[in-house]
């Protein structure tokens, strides 16, 4: 075997094991993926962890971001997109050739083979502008995860302050039936002193079992918002969960000032302006595919001393090639264009639409909370004061004789009523900032 023989041998030799060398890389790559992807699934499976005892909604609110699946799987679409920029940013794999048989004759004698490599280089700019546009939409996904985040916030908060108005609407119910048993009590005592009628006992024991109506709804509406709560921290439904508490709120900024943070730096208007940017850089890659590509080689020919010239002296002959692409077809290309210009003016679309949908958002809630506090303050200055007062002033009219039982009854179901209309407002009042903390993208 001719030592040129032996050299294009060599070459199919280190091409063939190149090849099985990836092969078994790509598989080992696949086992470990699939082991990457076993151990993010047992993370995301829903476990009841601890919660502290004294927790409060912004705890909670701090564990659902922790440990929610949708989070989870926003992240891995960050670290997928992410992935395609350097895929997007190389240049494409060069192209080996090796050719052999009954090659051409020349002067040198007959080439035995001929081995050559060839490189496309994509227009100047192209890459440049792929992975623009990749990263971008990488931009995208990063801001859609600020913004899931929000969603779950808001959620959390709102769950919350449903559990709360539940448990305080059991407790208010369960007080005012220990309320209406003592009432029961005085009217039976007043019944056997011949002072009262067996209708007035009738009628306590029927508000009675109106509050138990009420008990049995407010069970199962707390029961629903916990459940809700849990399902939002990744836990059982069924877990336990600590005492729902009033907390401070505090006072908002100013409405405009809230509007115009919104309107800038929302995440949904990030994202939105990333996609813009990711289309205006394939119109930019659209506009350069009229452009050709380049393509450079190399190729080397063995040439075999025993050709059929007089003067075949067997010498080797190596070369250098260079080509570029034809970009013909305009019709598809023209449809990027298109493409591309769509989509900028789709993504401004959105992004105006996202802004209009935020002040609106933002304006309502604001409104909400400020009304809420308003009626909390009057609740607690006026009306629940007054109502306490009128209730015990009839009360203990009634036990004197002076006033009728219905008057009692009629007092204290206005007590009842402002009550709960006081917690319903701290409900109120909670849900409205959180809708307002998510649309001006407050943490």
């Not at 971001?65 to 992410?82: C, D, E």
């Not at 508490?245 to 995440?267: D, F, G, M, Q, W």
Request: glycine content about 4%.
């Amino acid at each position: 075997m001719s030592s040129r023989t032996l050299y294009t041998s060599l070459i199919s030799f280190f091409s063939i094991a190149i090849i099985g060398c990836q092969t078994q890389g790509t598989g080992s790559k696949s086992s470990l993926t699939d082991l990457t992807t076993s151990s993010a699934q047992g993370r995301i499976q829903a476990t009841n962890y601890t919660i502290p005892k004294g927790a409060g909604v912004e705890q909670l609110v701090s564990k659902a971001l922790s440990h929610h699946p949708s989070l989870v799987a926003a992240r891995h679409k960050i670290n997928r997109l992410q992935a395609k920029v350097p895929q997007a940013a190389s240049l494409p794999d060069p192209k080996a050739r090796i050719s052999a048989g009954s090659l051409a004759e020349t002067a040198a004698g007959q080439v035995s083979s001929i081995v050559g490599l060839e490189q496309s280089i994509p227009f100047p700019g192209k890459r440049k502008a792929r992975a623009s546009a990749a990263q971008k939409e990488a931009d995208a996904s990063r801001a859609e995860l600020d913004s899931l985040k929000l969603r779950i916030a808001e959620r959390v908060r709102i769950a919350y302050w449903n559990y709360y108005l539940a448990s305080r609407t059991t407790a208010i119910n369960r007080d005012s039936k220990a309320v209406l048993k003592t009432i029961q009590e005085v009217v039976e005592s007043r019944v056997k002193a011949n002072q009262a009628n067996q209708a007035d006992l009738l009628r306590v024991s029927t508000e009675i079992s109106k509050v138990d109506q009420q008990l049995i709804m407010a069970s199962q509406q707390a029961s629903s918002a916990k459940a809700m709560l849990n399902s939002l921290l990744n836990r059982p439904t069924n877990s336990s969960l600590p005492y729902p508490r009033s907390s401070s709120i505090p006072s908002s900024s100013s409405l405009n000032n809230l509007i115009a943070k919104a309107e800038s730096s929302h995440p949904s208007i990030r994202a939105g302006q990333a996609r813009m940017n990711a289309f205006q850089h394939r119109l930019k890659n659209a506009e350069l595919d009229f452009f050709p590509d380049l393509m450079i080689g190399a190729q080397y020919a063995t040439v075999s001393d025993s050709g059929l010239s007089g003067v075949a002296n067997g010498r080797d002959q190596a070369m250098l090639t260079l080509g570029f692409t034809i970009p013909l077809w305009d019709k598809p290309r023209k449809a990027k264009v298109r493409e591309a210009n769509a989509g900028i003016a789709e993504m401004a679309a959105n992004v105006a639409g996202s802004r209009a949908e935020l002040r609106q958002r933002i304006e309502d809630a604001w409104f909400q909370t400020k009304s809420s506090r308003e009626m909390i303050q009057i609740f607690d200055e006026r009306l629940i004061p007054d109502a306490t007062q009128a209730y015990e002033l009839s009360l203990q009219s009634y036990s004197a004789g002076k006033q009728s039982f219905v008057d009692v009854l009629d007092t204290w179901r206005l007590l009842l009523k402002l009550q709960l209309q006081q917690e319903n407002s701290r409900a109120a009042l909670g849900k409205a900032s959180a809708a307002l903390k998510s649309a001006a993208a407050i943490r």
